[in-house]
């Protein structure tokens, strides 16, 4: 291998993560932090205080949660810079588990409403 080639492979591997400075990973962390923020605010205050209930809580739970999985599987576990296909083999399965997650949620509720 030549060190034309050897250059070339090391600037397609370097391309590769580039995006990923000390800003964006702080951009990251901000986002991540605002987010929990927001999952504090809504537990510590606004279900006890009775402003949402606690059945529209629990999927904004969920989805405050899969965001940040999200954040963090794309950004800290460098996905967002795969190929699509290793994409879709972590996203299709976090849509079914999201979708058993509302199922069960939904069924535990009627167990509840029967006592």
């Known amino acids: 291998m030549s060190t034309e080639e050897t250059s070339h492979a090391h600037d397609e591997h370097h391309g590769e993560h ?3 400075t000390k800003k964006k990973i702080w951009n990251v962390f901000w986002v991540l932090l605002l987010i929990t923020t927001i999952e504090f605010i809504i537990a510590l205050y606004l279900v006890p205080k009775g402003i949402i209930p606690l059945h529209f809580a ?6 405050l949660t899969l965001l940040k999985a999200f954040y963090i599987v794309a950004y800290f576990m460098h996905l967002k810079f795969e190929k699509i296909g290793l994409i879709y083999s972590i996203a299709l399965p976090v849509i079914f588990i999201v979708g058993l997650i509302l199922v069960l949620t939904n069924e535990s509720h009627h167990w509840v409403d029967l006592r």
């Open 18 to 20: 580039e995006s990923m």
């Open 58 to 63: 629990n999927p904004i739970y969920i989805i």
